[in-house]
């Protein structure tokens, strides 16, 4: 295991400042670890970068070169810190390991440097659902947790506190999981959701993006726990390479092993020898089959964590929504305004159009990450009774689809470049009892700095609605 002093005296580059808060936890972290020099660098601009510089503004051994990235800030120095959606193939990242220079994530950092065991969380969709449940729950019977990457929880910074926890729960992108495979290291409790199509604009296939998927389990042995998503094909054949002891988690009764799964109302825990009633989702209001998969997966994560079955009975029962997922912002003279922001894939879209018998008035679209619109479209077609796009080029694809289906090429739709006349044009087509639904299938960029931004805005414009005049 590595040790913090190993930073001691060294010169650092961080690789990437951004706006999400990574990257300052990054910093905030080396500047506690008696470092010579802290170097960022970032092609944004200093102007682009306030937000995050004001919150560094107290740290004084830090180099900033912004706006551009130098070659020597790669070799002259002892260690990279990448933010962990820049490729292992960039030219300045080929340049430090040529040159000898130690590359690290924030993830493989803290795995290498947390003591205490961590809880992974992986999927498609529903991680940071799953990995705000699994904290929650832990909380709620008497464990002391550090959450880490939650959203945009940052994560080196957050390595001090696990010196007086007992648990670490870590959201895992597949970029963070990528730094893993350097280490061999995975979690000692691991959670796949779901396995779609996603971050194909980055991965060259499917098979890329599996692969980075799998380093949450890869390197578990007999003692670890994974627990896995049995209704997801992809998610079946992935663990098929796994060590570690399987808990599955299923809408529908499965087997003898161990599982937890769905039955009419009820969520059960199979042990291997009995089934044991753990909740009724009626009565904690989970009544969308994807939320409902969710908390199967926590249910099996907090038994593995050896939470008694009389514990998490007690502690679902307490279970909060997530911001940004199907969350109902607000009710105006009869129309309900559900903001689902981090739906970020077809697939997700689909989902929520399915989560309401309402008639729907749909916002959706924005950058492309290389996915396919088709099964998308024809959803849109049979389930909403208006659509609303963002500008971008997800929804130049999305239309493309529609209008194929349609077999109009001539038809016109309404595109818009603001959340505030998005939700204005969407309220003026609803009628009382009607459902306005933000779930955008696609990247924020270009619109707004990422999909909770996006859902700020979509609350704040809904907020607005009352000062209209209709």
């Known amino acids: 295991m590595m040790n913090k002093s190993f930073l001691k005296g060294k010169t650092v580059t961080v690789f990437g400042l951004g706006l999400h808060g990574g990257g300052i936890g990054t910093v905030k972290f080396l500047a506690t670890q008696e470092v010579k020099k802290i170097i960022v660098t970032d092609l944004k601009s200093k102007n682009q970068l306030r937000p995050s510089l004001q919150q560094l503004a107290d740290i004084k051994n ?33 340049i430090a390991l040529k040159n000898n220079v130690v590359v690290e994530t924030d993830s493989s950092l803290f795995f290498q440097l947390c003591k205490i065991p961590i809880i992974g969380v992986t999927g498609s969709k529903g991680k940071t659902s799953v990995a ?16 880490v990457g939650i959203s945009q929880i940052s994560v080196l910074d957050k390595l001090l506190e696990t010196e007086k926890a007992e ?36 991965y060259k296939n499917m098979e890329e993006y599996i692969a980075d998927k799998k380093n949450i389990f890869l390197y578990q042995n007999s003692q670890d726990w994974l627990i896995y998503n049995e209704d997801n094909q992809l998610v079946k054949e992935m663990v098929k390479e796994a060590d570690s002891k399987l808990i599955a988690f299923s809408l529908y009764k499965k087997g003898q092993f161990i599982s937890v799964f769905k039955e009419k109302d009820f969520a059960y825990l199979n042990n291997g020898i009995d089934e044991k009633k753990i909740i009724q989702f009626s009565k904690i209001n989970i009544k969308e089959k994807h939320n409902q998969a969710n908390l199967l997966a926590v249910i099996g994560a907090v038994y593995a964590a050896g939470i008694p079955l009389s514990l998490i009975k007690k502690a679902v029962r307490k279970i909060k929504k997530i911001p940004d997922r199907l969350e109902l912002v607000k009710e105006i003279k009869g129309v309900k305004y559900y903001n689902d922001s981090t739906a970020t894939i ?33 959803d849109i077609i049979e389930k909403t009774k208006g659509v609303i796009f963002l500008k971008g080029t997800a929804t130049d694809k999305l239309i493309l689809s529609i209008k194929k289906i349609l077999q109009e090429k001539d038809k016109e739709f309404e595109v818009v470049d603001t959340m505030d006349k998005a939700v204005e044009l969407a309220s003026r087509i609803a009628d009382k009892g009607d459902v306005v639904l933000l779930s955008p299938g696609a990247a924020s960029f270009g619109l707004f700095n990422n999909e909770f931004h996006r859902g700020a805005k979509f609350r704040e414009a809904v907020k607005k609605l009352n000062t209209f005049i209709f």
């Open 62 to 94: 830090i180099e900033y070169v912004l706006g551009q990235h130098r070659k020597e800030d790669f070799i002259q120095t002892d260690m990279v810190i990448k933010t962990p959606v820049i490729s292992w193939n960039n030219k300045y990242i080929k």
């Open 132 to 147: 705000t449940m699994i904290s929650d729950i832990l909380r709620a019977t008497g464990k002391k947790v550090v959450s």
């Open 167 to 202: 648990w670490v729960v870590f959201e895992l992108s597949s970029w963070r999981l990528s730094a893993l495979k350097k280490i061999k290291r995975s979690p000692h409790i691991s959670i796949i959701t779901n396995i779609f199509p996603d971050h194909l604009n980055y």
């Open 346 to 378: 077809p697939e997700a879209v689909q989902v929520a159009l399915r989560s309401f018998s309402e008639k729907i008035i749909l916002i959706t679209g924005g950058t492309d990450k290389n996915l396919n619109f088709d099964n998308l479209a024809k």
